[in-house]
T-cell receptor
């Protein structure tokens, strides 16, 4: 049972435009969500997170939106740059579980 | 520099030959965890440790062992590797779930022939 789902395996976007990566979850106990970026031959690196008490969190070009009623979060990258080309994972955690559950990832390609 | 160090980066072995992948962190984190990444399946948790001598199973623990004798080290042990354990492995650490950020190592690509 995939508790965290990223339904788009890949996404291509033109440089300078907005990239929107989506993530859905099924466990209503999740209350903290993270996005990670992964380049080939490297480990995932933390990008941005959001707590369930918020519906939006911004960090420079990256914004994460959380819709708790829809159990959906999205990562917006504006403007997209070629260096953003990577695999993006969303992850979720719930109090008391000692686990982070990851999605299957979305490969973003930003075209110059 | 704060980091999680895994060794080796690449490993080719044969079925049944015991191996250990080491993981060390220098951030004094209490929580450490192992993940495997497979195409189409994302990152799946193998084992985690909340502190020294405290470990528990993740979602795919079969065929793996771990130990946490020191805070900084969390080795992953494959007693009798099989081809279905061919995968990309990541070690990670954090101050603690659910609100800590996970820091990942660079990964170990394991091939079991």
């Amino acid at each position: 049972d995939q508790q965290v789902k990223q339904n788009s395996p890949s996404l291509s976007v033109q440089e300078g435009r907005i990239s929107i990566l989506n993530c859905d979850y099924t466990n209503s106990m999740f209350d903290y969500f993270l996005w990670y970026k992964k380049y080939p031959a490297e480990g995932p690196t933390f990008l941005i997170s959001i707590s369930s008490i918020k519906d939006k969190n911004e960090d420079g070009r990256f914004t994460v939106f959380l819709n708790k009623s829809a159990k959906h979060l999205s990562l917006h990258i504006v403007p997209s740059q070629p260096g953003d080309s990577a695999v993006y994972f969303c992850a979720a955690s719930a109090p008391g579980t000692y686990k982070y559950i990851f999605g299957t990832g979305t490969r973003l390609k930003v075209l110059a | 520099e704060a980091q999680v160090t895994q060794n080796p980066r690449y490993l080719i072995t044969v079925t049944g030959k015991k191996l250990t992948v080491t993981c060390s962190q220098n951030m004094n984190h209490e929580y450490m965890s192992w993940y495997r990444q497979d195409p189409g399946l994302g990152l799946r948790q193998i084992y985690y440790s909340m502190n020294v001598e405290v470990t528990d199973k993740g979602d795919v623990p079969e065929g793996y062992k771990v130990s946490r004798k020191e805070k900084r080290n969390f080795p992953l042990i494959l007693e009798s590797p099989s081809p279905n354990q061919t995968s990309l492995y990541f070690c990670a650490s954090t101050t603690g779930p659910p609100y800590g950020k996970l820091f990942f190592g660079s990964g170990t690509q394991l091939s079991v022939l």
